[in-house]
């Protein structure tokens, strides 16, 4: 994602100020901003909600209580349970069931769009929930079974804002808009200007294809989880999750191919790497910890060492090797074709193999010792192999690239099938395995073919080339901004309906990621074009 460099040097123009651009892009970005606000505004106030005691009284066993939904939030029992005599707790299923006639009580925050969910089939008894001085009485028996259980709703105990919340976007839009507009207004310094052609296209084309499927992967892959195994719906999220699994070791591999290149000065690493990668992060990692519902301060100092948001965890371990990057280029180059090999076999081969032949026998065999940052450095060095020995990839053609994609797709559905069947529900250990030998066969396959493929594709249709080289440019923004796209794109009522996420058919979830690339992508190259702005995108 990061690390591309421009192989031609760059040209010193003078800066012309365009209203009418200036004005689209400050337009985009206050809507962005505007969106962003309505979501925290939204979600500050519901922290802002005092928690209470749910009282669940079983009135005929069984009753298998599986958790409450608040505000799109999933609180589990493990989680939220308080009082719980009488009841024992399924740590697999992470579901609490009752022996006894005994009151289970469960603390859940106030909120709206709330559902308790039990199991539910026509051997269920009934259950009377105490909640805010209300009574309710649920009858668990169904005539099919359900295997996730059913929701039942609870009272609304929240009032929304929404009034405040619009007031307050539309000051976030006007002041977002008006500073977009000054910064372009203002910055007529001479700067270096780019030739997108002057980019490497191959490297473009790999980011462009792993931004859109990273969209994808998390547009679906909660879905994965929720379905039953035996399902239709779980084989073909099983196939879409497995299909883009590929798209993270590709951006390591890529990053590796640029960067260890050349020896890394290590002032050039603190000065102008790490600062280029981790003021975005802090500034992404800030706006995620505003718009999740379980806010804490603590988290606005952790987001200096460690993930606040799923996603972003990959960021911080480029962080990690950009730091060492002085040491690793100079290590790297040193050395000969051979003991290049060598090396990548000892920090992700071997280690790799390890790992799944353990998660095949379902024993948790510990890391290797000299799999050191396994598998994420092993994948690094692994693209600047791959990039050494780039001459060797144009004697095959494009169908040995598809076989060993489809040979690394069979790997991932096969295996996780297998480990989900062994363990009566969905089991995503070895497809979530960045280093996982069906994710490394994919990932060999996008990076060797678009390497075999690099005099071929600076001949694509100009237009084309300059939309993949604008993305690749935007693919750190992208990468940043999709998920909080996601989310506040799902806050939004007509939007909400219309675009999916994690519902739906895979046909609506694609098109939606479709949808989420493209908003992600206007939003992060429109960023691009704003002085001090480009720096978090």
């Given at each position: 994602?990061?690390?591309s460099?421009?192989?031609?040097?760059a040209?010193?123009?003078?800066?012309?100020?365009?209203?009418?651009?200036?004005?689209?892009?400050?337009a985009?970005?206050g809507?962005?901003?505007?969106?962003?606000t309505?979501?925290?505004?939204?979600n500050l106030?519901?922290?802002?909600?005092?928690?209470?005691?749910?009282?669940?009284h079983?009135?005929?066993?069984?009753?298998?209580?599986?958790?409450?939904?608040?505000?799109?939030e999933?609180y589990?029992?493990s989680?939220?349970?308080v009082?719980?005599?009488?009841?024992?707790?399924?740590?697999?299923?992470?579901?609490?069931?009752?022996k006894e006639?005994?009151t289970?009580?469960?603390?859940?925050p106030?909120?709206?769009?709330?559902?308790?969910?039990?199991?539910?089939?026509?051997?269920q008894?009934?259950?009377?929930?105490?909640v805010?001085?209300?009574s309710?009485?649920?009858?668990l028996s169904?005539?099919?079974?359900?295997p996730?259980?059913?929701?039942y709703?609870?009272?609304?105990?929240?009032?929304?804002?929404?009034?405040?919340?619009?007031?307050?976007?539309?000051?976030?839009?006007?002041?977002?808009?008006?500073?977009?507009?000054?910064?372009?207004?203002?910055?007529?310094?001479?700067?270096k200007q780019?030739?997108?052609?002057?980019?490497?296209v191959?490297?473009?084309?790999?980011?462009?294809v792993c931004?859109?499927?990273?969209?994808?992967?998390?547009?679906t892959?909660?879905?994965?989880y929720?379905?039953?195994?035996?399902s239709?719906?779980?084989?073909?999220?099983?196939?879409?999750?497995?299909?883009?699994?590929?798209?993270v070791?590709c951006?390591?591999?890529?990053?590796?191919a640029y960067l260890?290149r050349?020896?890394c000065?290590?002032?050039?690493?603190?000065?102008?790497?790490v600062?280029?990668?981790y003021?975005?992060?802090?500034?992404?990692?800030?706006?995620y910890?505003?718009?999740?519902?379980q806010?804490?301060?603590?988290?606005?100092l952790?987001m200096?060492?460690?993930?606040?948001?799923?996603?972003?965890?990959f960021?911080?371990?480029m962080?990690?090797?950009?730091?060492?990057l002085?040491?690793?280029s100079?290590?790297?180059?040193?050395?000969?074709e051979?003991?290049?090999?060598?090396?990548?076999?000892?920090?992700?081969?071997i280690?790799s193999?390890w790992?799944?032949?353990?998660?095949?026998?379902?024993?948790?065999?510990?890391?290797l010792h000299?799999?050191m940052f396994?598998?994420?450095?092993?994948?690094?060095?692994?693209?600047?192999?791959l990039?050494?020995?780039?001459?060797?990839?144009?004697k095959?053609?494009?169908?040995?690239?598809a076989?060993?994609f489809?040979?690394?797709?069979l790997?991932?559905?096969?295996?996780t099938?297998?480990?989900?069947?062994?363990?009566?529900?969905?089991?995503?250990?070895?497809?979530?395995?960045?280093?996982?030998?069906?994710?490394?066969?994919?990932?060999?396959?996008?990076l060797?073919g678009?390497?075999?493929?690099?005099s071929k594709?600076?001949?694509i249709?100009k237009r084309m080339?300059?939309?993949i080289?604008?993305?690749g440019?935007?693919?750190?923004?992208?990468?940043?901004?999709?998920?909080?796209?996601?989310?506040?794109?799902?806050?939004?009522p007509?939007?909400?309906?219309?675009?999916?996420?994690?519902?739906?058919?895979e046909?609506?979830m694609f098109i939606?990621?479709a949808?989420?690339?493209?908003?992600?992508?206007?939003?992060?190259?429109?960023?691009?074009?704003?002085?001090?702005?480009?720096?978090?995108?």
């Amino acid at each position: 994602m990061e690390g591309s460099h421009i192989s031609c040097s760059a040209s010193h123009v003078t800066k012309n100020f365009s209203l009418p651009k200036a004005v689209i892009i400050a337009a985009v970005l206050g809507l962005f901003a505007a969106t962003v606000t309505y979501t925290i505004s939204e979600n500050l106030a519901r922290t802002r909600n005092v928690e209470e005691i749910i009282a669940i009284h079983p009135q005929e066993l069984p009753v298998t209580y599986r958790g409450a939904s608040i505000n799109g939030e999933w609180y589990s029992p493990s989680d939220t349970v308080v009082q719980s005599d009488g009841w024992e707790m399924d740590w697999d299923e992470v579901t609490i069931t009752a022996k006894e006639k005994t009151t289970l009580e469960v603390k859940l925050p106030k909120g709206s769009n709330r559902t308790v969910t039990f199991n539910a089939d026509q051997n269920q008894g009934n259950v009377l929930v105490e909640v805010n001085g209300q009574s309710i009485d649920y009858d668990l028996s169904s005539a099919e079974n359900v295997p996730l259980g059913l929701p039942y709703d609870l009272p609304d105990t929240e009032s929304k804002n929404i009034t405040g919340n619009i007031s307050w976007s539309v000051l976030a839009f006007i002041g977002i808009f008006v500073l977009t507009i000054l910064l372009q207004r203002i910055d007529r310094q001479e700067e270096k200007q780019v030739n997108l052609h002057e980019r490497e296209v191959w490297g473009d084309v790999v980011r462009a294809v792993c931004c859109f499927t990273i969209v994808l992967l998390h547009n679906t892959c909660n879905v994965f989880y929720g379905a039953d195994i035996t399902s239709d719906m779980w084989f073909s999220t099983l196939f879409v999750n497995s299909l883009t699994a590929f798209a993270v070791p590709c951006f390591y591999m890529i990053s590796g191919a640029y960067l260890l290149r050349k020896d890394c000065a290590v002032r050039t690493a603190l000065l102008h790497r790490v600062p280029k990668i981790y003021i975005p992060l802090i500034f992404w990692s800030c706006l995620y910890i505003l718009t999740d519902a379980q806010m804490e301060p603590i988290q606005f100092l952790k987001m200096f060492y460690v993930q606040q948001t799923s996603h972003l965890w990959f960021v911080y371990s480029m962080v990690g090797i950009y730091i060492l990057l002085p040491v690793l280029s100079k290590m790297y180059l040193c050395l000969d074709e051979k003991m290049k090999v060598y090396l990548v076999a000892l920090l992700l081969l071997i280690p790799s193999l390890w790992h799944n032949l353990g998660v095949i026998a379902g024993v948790n065999l510990p890391n290797l010792h000299f799999a050191m940052f396994w598998p994420d450095l092993g994948l690094f060095f692994l693209g600047a192999l791959l990039w050494d020995m780039r001459s060797n990839f144009q004697k095959f053609k494009w169908k040995f690239y598809a076989l060993l994609f489809s040979t690394g797709l069979l790997i991932d559905m096969g295996m996780t099938a297998y480990i989900s069947a062994q363990n009566g529900a969905p089991n995503s250990t070895f497809i979530s395995c960045i280093g996982s030998f069906g994710n490394l066969f994919m990932a060999v396959a996008i990076l060797g073919g678009a390497l075999a493929w690099k005099s071929k594709l600076k001949n694509i249709p100009k237009r084309m080339k300059n939309w993949i080289l604008r993305i690749g440019k935007t693919s750190m923004g992208i990468y940043f901004s999709h998920v909080l796209v996601m989310m506040c794109m799902s806050k939004l009522p007509i939007v909400s309906v219309m675009l999916k996420n994690n519902t739906g058919t895979e046909a609506e979830m694609f098109i939606s990621a479709a949808i989420y690339f493209l908003i992600s992508f206007v939003i992060s190259y429109c960023g691009h074009q704003v002085p001090v702005m480009k720096k978090v995108f």
